[in-house]
């Protein structure tokens, strides 16, 4: 087991496979200055892209300025929502229309646009401009938007539904949810109001209000909920999401999806890209959002979620098996980093072949079982290490203790 030293970094990408299909989730760069292919790859042709703002490019000093559709595919078709006589009814009356969920959030969704420098082979510098969408937490200037729409970026604005423009500073994002807390100087702002996604269900009213196309701030489109807790993997990290059929576009990352009384029960995070596929859309819930949200701005990181304390790789073909000296396909330990990972016997090149009982089918299931529990709470992994198999009872860690 002398090549497990070659095992790639832990922000390379990660494949699930399963006995039906093979789940393969790339982020394409936000820095090309030209470009790129997108590399999601789904189930059934389909692809989950983030929806990052359209990308722009600019050579500082030339003047040059180049507009870059590579995230989002050629779908383009915002259909920008017409309210009229469009009422909700409900024996209470205590539906808004879609006119007055407008105008109760116009001032609480705010646009977004992010400048980062890079430099060519050739040491020339660049400058590439992001745009994307955000929501107002809190009368005192903290914003929320996706992580993926502000990382890497060097400096970042924030613009109000009339039109104040603010500089931001990042308080806190995480990855793995895709949350970000930025901070503007600000106060008596108008926040959104907070619903609770554990009471949806399939056929409620989404209505998403974001900043599409990085120039069209305020834009409405509407739909319903057409999935609840949908598993999906987005640049190797598991990502539990509503499905929603309101129109979404390049910018409307990070923007609010409100439900049919005006609340926050969302935030837009991904969508698919494929050439025959429309109104599928990705939220991040709200009842998710809120408790990233909170920590990241409590504790600077996500308190208090479980982690085995290791580092997980899937070999998914026979080929990258022979690659790193084993036979079998499968999630491998990479590196054990955790105490009590260490203390419970783990090594790495173990193969982990259940979970509580559970076949493990790639790294993605594995990591929702984890989420599933506490920190305290006892996993029975089941390995398999020089052909024999182990049971092996490890202590769940807070992942910030871990990652240390």
């Given at each position: 087991?002398?090549?497990?030293?070659?095992?790639?970094?832990?922000?390379?990408?990660?494949?699930?496979?399963?006995?039906?299909?093979?789940?393969?989730?790339?982020?394409?760069?936000?820095?090309?200055?030209?470009?790129?292919?997108?590399?999601?790859?789904?189930?059934?042709?389909?692809?989950?892209?983030?929806?990052?703002?359209?990308?722009?490019?600019?050579?500082?000093?030339?003047?040059?300025?180049?507009?870059?559709?590579?995230?989002?595919?050629?779908?383009?078709?915002?259909?920008?929502?017409?309210?009229?006589?469009?009422?909700?009814?409900?024996?209470?009356g205590s539906e808004l229309s879609i006119q007055e969920i407008i105008a109760k959030n116009e001032n609480s969704v705010v646009a977004i646009t992010t400048g980062s420098v890079s430099?060519?082979?050739?040491?020339?510098?660049?400058?590439?401009?992001?745009?994307?969408?955000?929501?107002?937490?809190?009368?005192?200037?903290?914003?929320?938007?996706?992580?993926?729409?502000?990382?890497?970026?060097?400096?970042?604005?924030?613009?109000?539904?009339?039109?104040?423009?603010?500089?931001?500073?990042?308080?806190?994002?995480?990855?793995?949810?895709?949350?970000?807390?930025?901070?503007?100087?600000?106060?008596?702002?108008?926040?959104?109001?907070?619903?609770?996604?554990?009471?949806?269900?399939?056929?409620?009213?989404?209505?998403?209000?974001?900043?599409?196309?990085?120039?069209?701030?305020?834009?409405?489109?509407?739909?319903?909920?057409?999935g609840l807790e949908r598993e999906i993997s987005l640049e190797g990290k598991s990502m539990t999401l509503l499905q929603i059929s309101a129109s979404i576009n390049p910018g409307n990352?990070?923007?609010?999806?409100?439900?049919?009384?005006?609340?926050?029960?969302?935030?837009?995070?991904?969508?698919?890209?494929?050439?025959?596929?429309?109104?599928?859309?990705?939220?991040?819930?709200?009842?998710?959002?809120?408790?990233?949200?909170?920590?990241?701005?409590?504790?600077?990181?996500?308190?208090?979620?479980?982690?085995?304390?290791?580092?997980?790789?899937?070999?998914?073909?026979?080929?990258?098996?022979?690659?790193?000296?084993?036979?079998?396909?499968?999630?491998?330990?990479?590196?054990?980093?955790?105490?009590?990972?260490?203390?419970?016997?783990?090594?790495?090149?173990?193969?982990?072949?259940?979970?509580?009982?559970?076949?493990?089918?790639?790294?993605?299931?594995?990591?929702?079982?984890?989420?599933?529990?506490?920190?305290?709470?006892?996993?029975?992994?089941?390995?398999?290490?020089?052909?024999?198999?182990?049971?092996?009872?490890?202590?769940?860690?807070?992942?910030?203790?871990?990652?240390?």
């Open positions: 087991m002398d090549d497990w030293n070659k095992f790639p970094g832990n922000n390379d990408e990660v494949t699930e496979s399963t006995a039906e299909s093979t789940v393969n989730f790339t982020i394409p760069e936000k820095k090309k200055k030209t470009k790129t292919k997108d590399k999601y790859v789904t189930k059934k042709f389909f692809i989950f892209t983030l929806i990052t703002a359209m990308i722009f490019s600019a050579a500082i000093g030339a003047g040059a300025f180049a507009f870059s559709s590579a995230l989002f595919g050629n779908d383009s078709k915002s259909k920008a929502l017409n309210a009229t006589n469009y009422n909700l009814t409900k024996a209470t430099t060519d082979t050739w040491a020339r510098q660049y400058v590439t401009n992001g745009a994307g969408s955000g929501i107002i937490y809190s009368k005192d200037g903290y914003i929320l938007t996706n992580n993926h729409v502000i990382d890497g970026a060097n400096t970042i604005e924030v613009t109000l539904h009339d039109g104040t423009t603010y500089e931001a500073t990042v308080v806190s994002a995480d990855e793995q949810t895709d949350v970000a807390v930025l901070k503007i100087d600000a106060d008596n702002l108008t926040p959104v109001t907070l619903g609770d996604s554990s009471k949806l269900n399939v056929g409620d009213l989404a209505v998403a209000i974001g900043n599409p196309l990085g120039t069209l701030a305020g834009t409405a489109t509407d739909g319903i909920i057409s990352s990070g923007g609010g999806v409100f439900d049919q009384y005006g609340n926050l029960i969302g935030l837009v995070v991904a969508k698919s890209s494929g050439s025959d596929v429309e109104g599928l859309g990705f939220a991040i819930p709200v009842n998710t959002v809120k408790e990233v949200a909170d920590s990241l701005i409590e504790n600077g990181y996500v308190k208090d979620r479980p982690a085995a304390g290791v580092t997980i790789i899937d070999l998914t073909s026979a080929s990258e098996a022979m690659k790193y000296g084993v036979d079998v396909t499968g999630v491998y330990i990479k590196e054990v980093t955790g105490e009590n990972a260490k203390k419970a016997g783990l090594q790495a090149g173990d193969l982990i072949y259940m979970i509580d009982g559970e076949k493990v089918t790639g790294s993605d299931m594995l990591i929702r079982q984890i989420q599933k529990h506490k920190v305290g709470d006892k996993v029975k992994l089941t390995i398999v290490r020089n052909d024999q198999m182990h049971e092996i009872e490890v202590t769940l860690q807070d992942s910030n203790e871990v990652n240390k």
